[in-house]
């Protein structure tokens, strides 16, 4: 079945330092591959999106890049702020099926 | 006005009593669903409901029912509320024509005492 790993937290940064959060999954046929963002005491937010292979999704400074050679959508931003701080989770659509989420990657980015 | 909207916000129950949550969309989309979300869990579905006839269980859906009243609204019951279902409880919608992002509401926290 389809199925979305990432990273385990929590993440802890200074600001302006480079983050990274891997994503890796597993899916039948191509699918189309999300991060969203949960801001404490929110709902989710979609963050960015790609829907084929060698997309880049980019939004408010982060980027990741739809890699089908080796099944990742990695997040990442050069530069981050202490308001980036959050819960982020990578998700798949595939087959017509409900969304499929990874456990979520909390970032706390200090000042 | 908020596209996706949840009452309540907040609540706070006793155990074996019966409570709803309300989910209603402005976004026009078909599909709507119901996840919870508990620390270190991340989301785990409950139900989902891909247009007003069609009720498919997630892979939590013991101890819940759904209703889905209208393309608009899609309601979750708790019938006889236990203490391991205080959680945080989201709605979310989607469009079956693409794109397939959900969007989320804000959120129900649940406790049951």
């Known amino acids: 079945g389809n199925s979305v790993t990432q990273m385990e937290g929590p993440v802890t940064l200074s600001e302006e330092a480079f983050l990274t959060i891997n994503c890796t999954y597993t899916?039948?046929?191509?699918?189309?591959l999300f991060w969203y963002v949960q801001y404490p005491g929110e709902g989710l937010q979609l963050l960015l999106k790609?829907?084929?292979?060698?997309d880049k999704g980019s939004n408010k400074g982060f980027e990741a890049t739809y890699r089908k050679e080796t099944t990742s959508f990695h997040l990442e931003k050069g530069s981050v702020q202490v308001s980036d701080s959050a819960v982020y989770f990578c998700?798949?659509?595939?087959?017509?099926?409900?969304?499929?989420f990874g456990k979520g990657t909390r970032l706390s980015v200090i000042a | 006005d908020a596209d996706v909207t949840q009452t309540p916000r907040n609540r706070i129950t006793k155990t074996g009593k019966r409570i709803m949550l309300e989910c209603s969309q402005t976004?026009?989309?078909?599909?709507m669903y119901w996840y919870r979300q508990d620390p270190g869990l991340g989301l785990r579905l409950i139900y989902y409901?891909?247009?007003?006839?069609?009720?498919n269980k997630g892979e939590i859906s013991d101890g819940y029912s759904v209703s889905r009243q209208a393309q608009a609204k899609f309601s979750l019951s708790l019938e006889s509320a236990i203490p391991n279902q205080t959680a945080l409880y989201f709605c979310?919608?989607?469009?079956?024509?693409?794109?397939?992002?959900?969007?989320f509401g804000p959120g129900t926290r649940l406790t049951v005492t």
């Open positions: 979310a919608t989607s469009d079956s024509g693409g794109p397939y992002e959900q969007y």
């Open positions: 899916a039948t046929g191509y699918p189309s």
């Open positions: 790609a829907t084929k292979a060698d």
């Open positions: 998700a798949l659509f595939s087959g017509n099926t409900p969304l499929v």
């Open positions: 976004k026009g989309h078909d599909r």
């Open positions: 409901s891909f247009d007003v006839k069609d009720i």
